[in-house]
Structure formats: structure tokens, C-alpha cells
């Protein structure tokens, strides 16, 4: 049902280009309806060239409360804000912009987060563990600085990136391992071999016919596969990576796990706590029907099966 707006309705959009394909306005909707929250959210399309202005010129209208930033605009919104998190500051990005009182911009990234939540939720370990991420973009970059940010006990011991573009792997990779004490390196090659977990942060599996980002015959019998995407899912890549019958999840648990996140930044305490509690009306949101079945899939899942 699509929300009641009134004069005293809150407004959060969500600048991006494209916007067809997003789904937080449906779960910040479904969030706001179950909570008795007076707010809604809509889409934005803004390009790239008209971003800046679109979000100072917003933000000058008192019932607009906060923005969620979609591509390709994250990195962009870094250098509008007045200050960011941690997480924004060494990424290079943020997803989430509100006004404080003061009147100045603040942002932080949650895509981190949401990708640890997910690991846990699906019983994949990756404390002290060798991660191999493929791709070394925003998306990366964030899933970087959460495992490296809990140091080598609760976070990853040693994170490899790989890029098709070897400098951006490495200047990612020196980023953090000049802020974080987890060993941070780019090497040259896919090769999932020696790794405990592989994230997939590349846009392969995007298209039919997008070749696999590696061989998954190389991975070893004990790792996990996470990949970040959230269209075609479950990818080629997820699947041939079950068909060995590894723990391989897609990218919607993610999302999931951020909201909570996404709700105390903006200051809706109460429905983050309920989203902690119970998310399965998000999961039935977003899922695909291709994927209903798995909405409950961590139940079968044991850490012994990946440790």
C-alpha cells in the first residue's frame, strides 16, 4: 500500500542513475508503514553531472530528513559532506547523507556492515580467515575496511584484492593496510586457491554469458563464496560454486543487514531494533521468486560445514 503524505511526512530519497532496479524504497517504505513512522521514501534519477547541486538544493527543504546514495553517486557524495565515519573516510564513499542540527552534511557506509552481518548470518567464518576479494570499486573498498577493522581477531588476518586494473588493486589494498593491522595486499591473479572466503564485488554474473570471475574448481573444499551483485542471482558463479557444495550465498543478505543500520543513522532507534529482531518481512520483499525457498536458508547451515 503505498504510504499516507501529508504536511508532516519526513522525506528520504535516493539520488542515482540509474533507478529503476533499486529495492530500498520498498523496504524503507514496508519499515515506516510497520513501525507508525510518518515518512516515505523515493527515488531520485540524478546524473552524475547534476549530483552536487541536487543534494545541497534538497537538503534546503526542512522535511527532507536524509538521503540513501545509490551508484554511481557514493563516491561522489564525499566530498559534499562536512564530516563521515570511518568507514566513508578510508573507503572513498559513503551510502547514507543526513542534515544535523547545525545545519551541516554528515555521512557514513554501511555496505561493510551489511556484508558481516551477512557472513554471520549464514554461518560463514571469516575472523582471523585468508579473504579474497575480487573487484577493488566502492563496493570493494567497503568490504575491505569491514574485515580489516576488526584487527586479527575480529576481523580478517590477510585480504587479497584482485582487479583487472592491477593499480586500483594495489591502491586500494595500501589504503588499508596503511590504517588497519590485517596484512592488505593486491596480487595479480583470481586464483581462489589458499583462501578461506571469496567475495565477488565485480559486476560479472550481471549478464548471461559474463564469464566466471574464477575457477571454482580451485577453491578449497572448506571455503565460502559470498557474491555482493543483487540481479540474476543466484549467479553462474553462486551455482557452480553449490554444485561443489560449498556455502555459496547472494548479495540480498546484505542489504538486509544494513537496514538497521541505515534506520539509527537516522535516528529511528525503535525500528532498528525491530528490524535486529525480526527482518523476514524484508526478506519477502525483496527476494526473488526464483529464491523464496531460500529465505530461511542459514537454518541449514552449521559453522562446522565451512570451518
Known amino acids: 500500500m503505498f504510504p499516507f503524505i501529508a504536511g508532516s511526512t519526513d522525506l528520504y530519497l535516493i539520488p542515482g542513475d540509474p533507478v529503476t532496479n533499486v529495492r530500498l524504497p520498498r523496504m524503507f517504505n514496508a519499515v515506516f508503514e510497520r513501525f507508525d513512522i510518518d515518512a516515505v521514501m523515493a527515488p531520485a534519477h540524478v546524473a552524475t553531472r547534476d549530483f552536487a547541486v541536487f543534494v545541497k538544493a534538497a537538503f534546503l527543504a526542512k522535511n527532507v530528513r536524509g538521503m540513501v546514495i545509490a551508484p554511481p553517486h557514493k563516491p561522489l557524495a564525499v ?24 545545519g551541516e552534511l554528515e555521512g557514513d557506509l554501511f555496505d561493510g556492515e551489511g556484508l558481516l552481518g551477512a557472513l554471520d548470518r549464514y554461518n560463514i567464518p571469516f575472523r582471523g580467515k585468508r579473504v579474497l576479494i575480487l573487484g577493488a570499486g566502492v563496493s570493494a573498498a567497503a568490504v ?30 595500501a589504503k588499508l593496510d596503511a590504517f588497519f593491522d590485517a596484512t592488505t595486499i593486491a596480487v595479480d591473479s583470481s586464483d581462489p586457491a589458499g583462501y578461506d572466503l571469496v567475495v565477488n564485488a565485480t559486476p560479472l554474473g550481471l549478464k548471461e554469458g559474463d564469464a566466471l570471475p574464477l575457477d571454482v574448481a580451485r577453491m578449497e573444499p572448506h571455503a565460502a563464496l559470498f557474491d555482493i551483485l543483487l540481479r540474476n542471482q543466484p549467479t553462474p558463479l553462486v551455482r557452480a560454486a553449490r554444485a561443489r557444495g560449498l556455502n555459496a550465498q547472494a548479495g540480498f543478505e546484505m542489504l538486509i543487514q544494513q537496514m538497521p543500520y541505515y534506520l539509527d543513522f537516522f535516528g529511528h532507534t525503535a525500528a532498528a531494533h525491530g528490524v535486529r529482531q525480526d527482518a523476514r518481512f524484508l526478506r519477502e520483499l525483496i527476494y526473488p521468486q526464483s529464491m523464496a525457498a531460500e529465505i530461511d536458508a542459514p537454518l541449514r547451515y552449521h559453522s562446522d560445514s565451512v570451518a
Open 79 to 102: 566530498t559534499l559532506l562536512d564530516g563521515a565515519g570511518l568507514f566513508g573516510r578510508v573507503a572513498g564513499s559513503v551510502n547514507v547523507v543526513k542534515r544535523i542540527a547545525n
Open 144 to 173: 575491505g575496511v569491514a574485515l580489516a577493522e576488526g584487527g586479527t581477531v575480529n576481523g580478517a588476518e590477510h585480504i587479497a584484492f584482485h582487479d583487472i586494473s592491477a593499480g586500483k588493486a594495489a591502491g586500494v589494498a
